[in-house]
T-cell receptor, first 115, second 116 residues
């Protein structure tokens, strides 16, 4: 069965410092991986995805993610964090099981960026 | 335009009421989704429509009844809900759901539902 793990409930970063939000996955076959961000009382916003090709994927708002097949990871990164990046981040993998087309979400990681 | 709209933004209803949530997208997407999200938890899939046909029903109680009148609209009819159904209900759309597809989903802002 497909699964996604986000090992950190919360990540705290100082503004201007680099940030990393971790995600590991378990799939049978080639993974389609996604990152979404959710601001308070809002829906999820798509940030980026990995389907195939270059392991470094660039997305919205200066975020990027690195696909590492050997470590089954897809960590989200940003070189310089902003206070406005504070939000809840979800990693997701496409479900190839019973609910085709569905996304399997990680539990979420709350990112807090302090001035 | 990558916008998915949802109405109403907030809804308070009693356990005997009947209400509906509405979702609309004009991106030409052929797949639409309903999710339920509890506070600080990931979204839980409820229903998927593909080309206006119900594709997936994740064992959702019959007090939730989805409807897809056309390719741009998705409704969720609510009847005899329980207090534990209080949550943020999110609508999403994607270009398609095909097995080989890699389509991201675009989410609406959600309807905050409170059942009293």
């Amino acid at each position: 069965a497909q699964s996604v793990a986000q090992p950190e409930d919360q990540v705290n970063v100082a503004e201007g410092n680099p940030l990393t939000v971790k995600c590991t996955y378990s799939v049978s076959g080639n993974p389609y991986l996604f990152w979404y961000v959710q601001y308070p009382n809002r829906g999820l916003q798509f940030l980026l995805k990995y389907i195939t090709g270059d392991n470094l994927v660039k997305g919205s708002y200066g975020f990027e993610a690195e696909f590492n097949k050997s470590q089954t990871s897809f960590h989200l990164k940003k070189p310089s964090a902003l206070v406005s990046d504070s939000a809840l981040y979800f990693c997701a993998v496409r479900d190839y099981g019973g609910s085709q087309g569905n996304l399997i979400f990680g539990k979420g990681t709350k990112l807090s960026v302090k001035p | 335009d990558t916008e998915v709209t949802q109405t109403p933004k907030h809804l308070v209803m009693g356990m005997t009421n009947k209400k509906s949530l509405k979702c609309e997208q004009h991106m030409g997407h052929r797949a639409m989704y309903w999710y339920k999200q509890k506070a600080k938890k990931p979204p839980e899939l409820m229903f998927v429509y593909s080309y206006e046909k119900l594709s997936i029903n994740e064992s959702v109680p019959s007090r939730f009844s989805p409807e897809c009148p056309n390719s741009s609209l998705l409704n969720l009819h609510l009847h005899a809900l329980q207090p534990e159904d209080s949550a943020l209900y999110l609508c999403a759309s994607s270009q398609d759901i095909g097995l080989a597809g890699s389509y991201e989903q675009y989410f609406g802002p959600g309807t905050r539902l409170t059942v009293t």
